[in-house]
């Protein structure tokens, strides 16, 4: 299963891109400005991205495929 990593996935057109990404079978990461953020859904999964004091978390971007 590939994995796809999205900024701006929490928004109107991230939660759309993000829905038909898992119907089709990928695994979205979604960087967030929000710290503890969760999901439900096993397929997607959410990294702490600040942008102000640069804070990302470089692993969650290597093990992105796309």
Do not use: C, Q
Request: proline share 2%; net charge positive; hydrophobic share 35%.
């Amino acid at each position: 299963m590939a994995i796809v990593l999205i900024s701006g996935g929490t928004g109107l057109i991230g939660k759309k891109l993000t829905s038909y990404l898992i119907d089709r079978n990928y695994e979205v990461i979604i960087l967030s400005r929000r710290k503890n953020e969760s999901s439900s859904n096993p397929k997607i999964s959410y990294s702490y991205w600040n942008t102000k004091n640069e804070v990302i978390d470089a692993d969650v971007i290597r093990k992105a495929d796309h």
